[in-house]
Structures are given as C-alpha cells and as structure tokens.
C-alpha cells in the first residue's frame, strides 16, 4: 500500500472526518452571465422529479476494508465499508459545449506542489478546492448539478443497489491453476515435475499455431472490475460511510467508484430488432434494481442548511418482519 492510501486509512481511523469548509472563487454578476453564456442553459439547484429514464451522478469513495454486522434477527452480514470522502462537483459538461452530457466529481485532498500546471489550470478556471481524485459519470441532462455542488454519503438509500468499480489486487505473474482455476496435471504416477502444468495449447498442423486469447499463465489482478447490484445495507451520514455487503474491487485506500445499479433497456417493443445505439436515449427506460425510484434523492440530497451532521443517527435497510430462522409454516 502506498503512503498516501495508508495516510487515508489512518484519517479514517482516528475518525476525523468532520465537516470541512472551503472558500470558493467569487464571481461577479457580469462573469456570471458570461459564463452562462458560453456554456449554454444555467444549470440549476435543488430536487427535482425523476424520470424513468433518469441517470444521476456517482461517487468516488475510498475502501475502508472488510467487517461484519449483524442485523435484527441475528445473521452475519459481511459488510465493506465505503468512505464517501468530500465529494463535489468539479465541472459540468453540457450537449451545447462538450456535446455530452456529464459530471465530473472530484474526491479527497492535493496540495498544490503535488499537482501539474495544467492540473493546477483546471481547478482554478473551475473555482474548486484541489482536488486528488477525479472521475467523470455520465448523467441525463436533468440530473445536472452546478459546480461546487456537495455529494454526500445520503446521495444513495439503504436498501438499493449499487455497481461498484475499483482496480483489483494486483497479484504479480501466475500460473493457470491460479490465474484461470485449471485443475492441472494427474498427481499419481506417470508424472514428472509437471503437475500444475496446463498442459496442451494448441493442435497439430491445422491450424499450426496457438489461437489469441488462449487461457495461459502471466499477469493476474491489477485490472479494472466491476461488481455489479452490491446492496447498500447502511449508511452513516455523521462520518459520509457507506455498507455495502459483500466484496468490492481493490485494496484498503484505494478509490472505487459507486453508480445506482441500473441498465438501459427499450420501452417498446417496435426498437427490439433494432441495434441497441440506433434508439436514442427517450426511447430507452433506467430499469433500477429490486427498487424504487420514488425513494432516491433526485438529482441528489440536499442537506438543509439547519440541519447539524453531527447529530445524524445512521440509517439502516429495511429487512422486513419475516424472522428467517424461524420454521416456515
């Protein structure tokens, strides 16, 4: 683990991960509408009602590592844990200007000896802190949000799913047995020093050659994955902690990126013979996992500037009234 990710699990640790404040770049009325001007319609703050084919943002998150909780009946959860760590909006990509639509989030802190000058450029013609991570989520034109937006841990709702991405494990050069699960050579007699060996990779002289793609030893891990419909069991505004349960790509402090659980499929059957980009995204419906889209903030939670995080109290799925270790009738 680097020095940097282990100086973010110990922040994590010590639990200092309290409410920050940063001074933004003020811009003046007559800047202001020049930039509305350039980058086309104002994007505007608050909630809004969404739609079915509605994307909103995702986050960066670090990895805290692995645990275990148990729910009110009892049974074991295997629980990651997430840390949410100051996202915010660091700039908006609109149809009339980038000819998508999108935005990019940045996560954690950078000082600026750290940073390149065309890095240094970005976030300064942004009007943003400086930010270590920086990724860009694709949204529909109504989840926009203005930069400098804050996304908290609130932004997902427990009991839905998630897809989580991170850079597995790297675990250096492996063997076939290992990096592809092969059950190797005979363990009895007859053989010769060659028991995990993968045996055969090709034929004879048609075709005379090992075909591309052939599952053969060499580097294992250190790729980017996705663990898609993760469940979201609790979340703990007070610290911007997330559990989810089961596995996520990546080590401890390493950044994984967390979107809602959801694919785009046609919402008439006259498209289905057609080929999936040929149907632009109206005719296509957000189909979000085992959940409901009424219960998700839209674009996403706002906290009311009354409202004291420190007094938040975590919040828990639902698991329903049905003991499951209780006969059924």
Not at 14 to 43: K, N, Q, W
Not at 72 to 85: E, F, H, N, Q
Not at 298 to 320: K, N, W
Request: proline residues 6%; positive net charge; glycine residues 10%.
């Amino acid at each position: 683990m680097s020095a940097a990710s282990r100086g973010l699990i110990s922040r994590f640790r010590l639990l200092s991960i309290g409410p920050r404040t940063y001074s933004f770049r003020s811009f003046s009325a007559e800047v202001a509408a020049l930039d509305d001007e350039s980058d086309g319609a104002a994007v505007e703050e608050g909630s809004r009602v969404m739609k079915p084919f509605s994307r909103r943002t995702g986050v960066i998150a670090v990895k805290c590592g692995m645990t275990a909780l148990w729910d009110k009946w009892g049974a074991r959860i295997p629980i990651s844990v997430l840390w949410v760590d100051d996202n915010i909006v660091s700039q908006v990509k609109t149809m009339e200007k980038e000819g998508i639509t999108a935005l990019q989030i940045g996560a954690g802190q950078k000082k600026e000896k750290h940073l390149t000058k065309p890095e240094m450029g970005h976030f300064r013609a942004q009007g943003v802190p400086l930010k270590r991570k920086l990724r860009e989520f694709p949204v529909t034109e109504d989840a926009l949000l203005p930069v400098g937006t804050s996304i908290t841990v609130r932004h997902f709702v427990p009991g839905q799913y998630v897809d989580v991405t991170g850079i597995t494990r790297g675990k250096g050069f492996q063997g076939g047995m290992k990096r592809w699960g092969f059950k190797g050579m005979p363990a009895s007699h007859g053989v010769s020093i060659t028991h995990r060996h993968i045996g055969s990779t090709g034929q004879r002289d048609a075709p005379g050659k090992v075909f591309k793609g052939k599952k053969m030893p060499g580097r294992m891990g250190g790729k980017q994955s996705t663990v898609k419909n993760v469940w979201v069991y609790k979340v703990d505004p007070q610290r911007n902690l997330m559990y989810v349960k089961g596995q996520v790509p990546g080590a401890e402090g390493n950044f994984v990126f967390v979107k809602d659980a959801a694919y785009m499929v046609p919402s008439r059957d006259k498209y289905k013979n057609k080929k999936y980009e040929d149907i632009s995204l109206e005719k296509k419906l957000m189909v979000y996992k085992k959940f409901d889209l009424s219960l998700l903030p839209f674009p996403t939670h706002f906290s009311s500037p009354y409202e004291d995080p420190s007094l938040l109290e975590p919040l828990v799925a639902d698991i329903g009234e049905t003991d499951p270790f209780m006969p059924a009738d």
